[in-house]
């Protein structure tokens, strides 16, 4: 009445489940047996199981429950079975319903008294069962399940669980194996975890990267057509000049031969003459003293191009700061004047830029960190205008906090959507043009420098942001933004 | 005989008076940092090269040379920019139709050179303007050939829908067959993507104009690559850069509009010379393109034995 030629197998997996439950005709004699419709039926399942993917499924042992009406003795007789030595416990079951197990230590507790068997030998086992067994339903998560048993098992561990199907009696499970195949889960979980964890840290470092590229490149475009207008004149003033030297030069050369010989008494009236042809000459190819005035026109120019170019230097040196301590106090007017300067070539045909900067006190920041921020909100704000328009930057000192406000007139931003501008990889630009993480990093950076940043927008009217940074700044700020 | 006219536009006054100083000996030099003074200019007075630069307030330089190009079409247009932007350098193809696309800071020499060429490039131009009247127009009774250059068949899909059977399409997919089709020189327009497979088939465009200056040459592409596009100006003179995909209702504008370049240019050779190219820069693509010659040369021998 034992169906157990699969017992013996101590871990199964899930293709073993299946072979466990789905004998084959030909290597199984009892298909007869009315079990064997019960196997069909769990074939059935491995399928469903494998589909929802029920974790208990695998768990199953097939074994025949012992009906309640068998006695004592014959329950002896299968606890002394060697295919059943694995089995702490027998289930019970009656008309299919599980009514309880008989542990084999239970049992032994009983039949070790004396005249035990005599006693209870043909008595029906249903009389000494734990009427309360470890029950699990085949589709229950396999977390829950082990909760279940772990808070309802006996100690020392005595009896296995039974596995039913709504209700119905279906098998056994090791409870051993459940846990074991629980911790493997959990490391296998951790590990999961472990290296999600690592990607997305890893992930989100390369794209703050990547972030700050694509501004360092727009930045770096800006700062090239900057550099160049001054370069091109620069450049060429140069070149003209180096010519209208070489030409000043060879009419000095005529002018002072000339003079050498009017003042020398034996030179010839002819060579003069000569002489004077070839100066008229040079003279009427190049008005020396007209293009002499135009020159110095061209290196007052140059001169101003070359402060142009060095400021700009200056500023690209004091915007990259790269000191990531913030262990220097610095005002903020600074950080916001270096960033318009930076952002001028994006703001300067397009927006009116107007200031209102208070004395402010200065605070500990990281001033390349600010500036990212606020030339990140410049162009923003002039990407935001469809044509001319105006960007007011205020900040003041007020509760122990500097205040910024930065306020557009540009087109605005949609309610629906100004909830998530902060949102990292949330744009409005097209595909490619924008991370979607400029904002989204300036918000980390105010953060991380103990202040917030709000905005405010009325569509058709314009955008304000407000920074509020308290002058003590607790947090450590970051250098993975570096 | 008076000098020829250079219009110079830049918002930065420095660089007006820089070139000024470059130019004024030979030309009559007009300046100003308001496009719309240059406009001005160009309706009242005869320039035969204008140089922009491209980012102004209130217009873009761009603009100002498509305005010009409608304005005065027998004037060289020429942007001189800091800024290499793509979409600038697009438009500046699509709509100002540039004959160089220079970048700051020049070389004052490459710089008279260029402008040298386009002032006589201008000069026949506005020659052969003053008597179009009396030319009769021909109209070739041959079918305009087309090429396609690309390995997206689609795009050859939207030209046979485009073009049904008024015109010839060979569709090349490699290199040595595109050239073997260029060999055979009746070329009206090209319309190629830059890369075939894996080849860089740049060399290919930037040769077609030796072959017959005549051709138009569309570029359809999904490259964004600033400084390759100013090459193909300035190299290649490609007379559109469409960015892929491509809308059928852009390249059937685009394409009529080089259909009838090609027949216009037919009757008027003078005009070919507007879209003169620069020297290949890049020696590999110089091997390239003079491997490419010397081909052409077999093949002609070949084909006419």
Known sequence: ?482 | MSKPTLLLIDDEERILRSLRMLFFTQYNVKMTTDPQDAIRILREEKVHVIISDQRMPVMQGSELLRIARETSPATMRILLTGYSDLNASIASVNEGEVFRYLLKPWLGDEVKKVVAEAVSIAEASFAVQSQVSTSPVIRSTQKPRVLIMDHDESTTKIVHEILEDRCEIVWACDAQHAMEELAKQDISVVISDLMLGDTNVSYILKTIKQLNPQTQCIVVTSFNDTSRLIELINQAQITRYIAKPVSRKTLERNLESMLERFQMLGNQPALQKRQSVAPIMDPHEKQLSGNFMSLLGRLRVRMTA
């Open chain 1, 1 to 482: 009445m034992f169906h157990t030629s699969q017992l013996g197998q101590d871990v199964l997996t899930p293709s073993h489940a299946i072979n466990a439950v789905v004998p084959d005709a030909t290597d199984s004699p009892d298909f007869l047996n009315p079990d064997y419709a019960r196997v069909l039926a769990l074939r059935g399942l491995v399928h469903n199981a494998k589909k929802s993917g029920q974790d208990i499924f695998t768990l199953i042992h097939p074994i025949s429950a012992v009906e309640p009406d068998c006695t004592v003795m014959e329950v002896a007789e299968l606890f002394l079975n060697p295919n059943n030595s694995k089995l702490l416990s027998l289930p019970v079951v009656e008309n299919g319903i599980p009514i309880g197990v008989m542990s084999r230590y239970r049992f032994m507790d009983m039949y070790l008294k004396q005249y035990a068997r005599e006693l209870h030998g043909k008595r029906p086992i249903r009389l000494y069962l734990n009427d309360k067994p470890l029950l699990i339903e085949l589709d229950q998560p396999l977390a829950e399940a082990a909760h279940h048993i772990t808070q309802n098992m006996q100690f020392p561990l005595t009896e296995d669980f039974i596995v039913t199907r709504h209700g119905k009696y279906l098998g056994v499970g090791f409870v051993m194996d459940l846990l074991k195949e629980m911790e493997f889960r959990m490391r296998a979980h951790a590990d999961e975890l472990n290296k999600a964890y690592s990607s997305l840290k890893s992930s989100q470092l390369a794209l703050v990267q990547s972030e700050k590229m694509a501004s360092l490149g727009q930045m770096v475009a800006g700062i090239a057509h900057e550099i160049n207008t001054p370069l091109g004149y620069v450049q060429n003033n140069v070149a003209i000049g180096q010519e209208l030297f070489m030409q000043v030069r060879t009419m000095i050369v005529g002018y002072e031969a000339l003079v050498d010989n009017l003042l020398n008494e034996q030179a010839s009236e002819v060579e003069i003459a000569a002489q004077m042809q070839y100066i008229s000459q040079l003279r009427a190819e190049l008005n020396a003293q007209e293009m002499l005035v135009d020159m110095q026109g061209l290196m007052t120019d140059s001169l101003y191009g070359i402060d142009q170019i060095s400021e700009l230097v200056m500023n690209l040196k004091d915007f990259s700061r790269m000191d990531a301590a913030a262990t220097e106090a610095f005002n903020i007017n600074d950080c916001i004047l270096s960033a318009l300067k930076i952002g001028r070539n994006v703001l300067k045909n397009k927006v009116d830029v107007t200031t209102l900067l208070d004395e402010l006190p200065k605070i500990k920041c990281v001033p390349s960190q600010l500036n990212q921020v606020f030339l990140n909100l410049f162009t923003n704000a002039a990407q935001a205008m469809d044509t001319h328009g105006t960007l007011m930057i205020k900040t003041w000192y007020a509760d122990d906090a500097i205040h910024i406000s930065i306020a557009d007139n540009g087109k605005g931003i949609p309610a629906d959507i100004l909830t998530r501008i902060f949102d990292p990889f949330f744009t409005t630009k097209p595909v490619g043009e924008g991370t979607g993480l400029g904002l989204a990093i300036s918000h980390q950076i105010i953060q991380q420098h103990g202040g917030d940043i709000q905005v405010t927008s009325t569509l058709g009217e314009g955008t304000c942001f407000q920074i509020h940074l308290p002058l003590a700044v607790a947090t450590a700020i970051s250098p993975t933004l570096n």
